[in-house]
């Protein structure tokens, strides 16, 4: 059965799809929308998709995103468990950073997917994706694993697998991080089995 979120979802989707709202369309293979279960109580955000990304339409499927789903396993979360979104959903060439005009061209389509998703915990993936969502003046290194509050929203930082990919000196810290992501999600699943 369709539920009304994936209808709206699906709906966004194709406006996506059809944007116009950046150069980056001119260069995209196709948009990167997100996947994983409409109904999780848990979103990943990263900062924009990669060319793996960009080939096959999802976000995360590359090295990063393999390394990103053996974290989410080690923790015990399944797909079912959460879903995976981008600030961008083209890809910038060259794996460069996002411009600000190209993040302010794809946030009114991140906070209509967080606004249907209505998740309970958002987690950031990269310095990007914090600055854009917990703090402009955000500092991965210094406040990855703390916890926020966001519009009711509980929301962390960790180091984007990417990152880790790079220095994997940092390994062990977002380890912890996806530890307390694993308590944080428990404690969720026992309040709403409370209720």
Known sequence: MQTEKKSALEALE?????CRGCSLCQTRTQTVFGRGNAEA?????G???GESEDREGKPFVGAAGMLLDHYLAFIG?????????NILKCRPPHHRDP????????????????????PKI????GRIAAQRIIS????????????????GIRVM?????????????????ALDDFKKIAEEFSALQNETANI
């Open 41 to 45: 109580s848990l979103l990943l955000i």
């Open 77 to 85: 979360l399944e797909e079912e468990d959460y879903y995976i979104a």
């Open 136 to 151: 402009p003046d955000f500092r991965i290194t210094r406040s990855h694993g703390e916890w926020f509050r966001r519009g």
């Open 157 to 173: 930082a960790t180091f984007h697998p990417s990152a880790l990919l790079r220095d994997p000196s940092k390994k062990e810290a």
């Open 47 to 49: 900062e924009a998709p």
């Open 122 to 125: 958002i987690i950031c993936l």
């Open 14 to 18: 194709k406006e996506v799809s059809l």
């Open 99 to 118: 411009k600000p005009e190209e993040e302010e061209a794809c946030m009114p389509f991140l906070r209509s997917q967080v606004r249907i998703l209505n």
